[in-house]
C-alpha cells in the first residue's frame, strides 16, 4: 500500500459541525477507533492506551506513576517525598488529551462504559497531579478541565443507566455529578461559577428530561427524597441537601 492516503480520505468526507467517528477492524483482527478531522484520520485502540503504546512496561504513564506512588508508600510508610517533576506532569498531561479524544468518540458512539472508564482515569491524573507535581503551576494547569470531565462521566453513567432502563439510577448519577460541581465551585472560591456553568445546565437539563419519565408512585419517590434531604441535613451535607431540595420541586413537591 503506498504512503498516499488521498483515496482513503476521498471515500470517507469530512463533515463540518460533526464528530465523525466509526469503529473499523484493523489489521490485527482488533477494533479500531477513527475520528475523521479535516486533515485527515485519528485512529485509536479501544482498549489500553489510545496509541497502542505501553510506555515503561506499563498501561499507561498514568498506571507507572500509580505504581511508583504505591512503592514509594511501601518503602517509606507514607506518600512524604513523592512528587512528579515538570517532564512527567507535561507527558501526563499529553497522554490525557489522548483518552479525551477517545471518549468524546466513544459518547458518539454510544459506548458509555468506555466514556466512564475513560473519564475516571483522566480525574485520576487530576487528582495525581494536584497533590504530587513539583511546581504549583502542574498542580493547578489541568483543574479547569474538572467540570467537563466530571461533566461528561456523569452525563455517560446516566445515559448507561437509561439505556438499561435504570431511570432512578440514572438520576442518581446526575445528582452525584452535580454535588461534584458544586464542591469544585466551592473549593475554587467561585460562588457563582455553578449556576452559570454548562456543565451544570447539561446535566440539569438532561435530569429535567428524567423527571416525568419516574414510576407514577410518585409518593413513594416524593418520600424517599424527603427522607434523604432529612439525612444530607442531619450529616450536614448541604450540597446534596440543596440538589435534592431541586429535586423536590421538580416533582412538584
Known amino acids: 500500500m503506498g504512503a498516499d492516503l488521498s483515496k482513503l480520505l476521498q471515500d470517507w468526507p469530512y463533515e463540518p459541525g460533526q464528530i465523525n467517528v466509526r469503529v473499523i477492524q484493523g489489521d490485527d483482527g482488533e477494533a479500531k477507533i477513527q475520528l475523521r478531522l479535516d486533515l485527515g484520520i485519528m485512529q485509536m485502540e479501544v482498549d489500553g492506551r489510545p496509541d497502542g503504546q505501553r510506555p515503561r512496561g506499563s498501561e499507561s504513564l498514568l498506571d507507572h506513576h500509580e505504581a511508583m506512588l504505591d512503592e514509594h508508600e511501601a518503602e517509606n510508610g507514607s506518600a512524604q517525598g513523592f512528587v512528579l517533576s515538570e517532564d512527567d506532569c507535561r507527558e501526563l498531561r499529553e497522554e490525557a488529551v489522548q483518552y479525551y479524544h477517545r471518549y468524546v468518540c466513544l459518547m458518539v458512539l454510544e459506548d458509555y462504559e468506555g466514556v466512564v472508564r475513560d473519564t475516571s482515569r483522566n480525574l485520576r491524573v487530576l487528582d495525581l497531579c494536584a497533590k504530587y507535581a513539583e511546581t504549583e503551576a502542574d498542580r493547578s494547569i489541568l483543574e479547569q478541565f474538572r467540570p467537563y470531565i466530571t461533566m461528561m462521566r456523569a452525563k455517560a453513567l446516566a445515559s448507561q443507566a437509561i439505556k ?15 454535588e461534584a460541581l458544586r464542591q469544585y465551585s466551592t473549593e475554587t472560591g467561585q460562588p457563582d461559577w455553578f449556576e452559570n456553568a454548562p456543565e451544570v445546565q447539561m446535566l440539569r437539563g438532561m435530569r429535567s428530561e428524567l423527571v416525568p419519565k419516574l414510576p407514577t408512585s410518585a409518593p413513594t419517590q416524593s418520600g424517599e427524597l424527603k427522607r434523604r434531604l432529612q439525612q444530607a441535613i ?10 435534592l431540595r431541586d429535586e423536590l420541586r421538580l416533582i412538584g413537591d
Open 164 to 178: 438499561d432502563g435504570e431511570t432512578k439510577a440514572a438520576l442518581l448519577a446526575i445528582e452525584e455529578g452535580l
Open 234 to 243: 442531619a450529616s450536614e451535607n448541604y450540597e446534596l441537601a440543596a440538589i
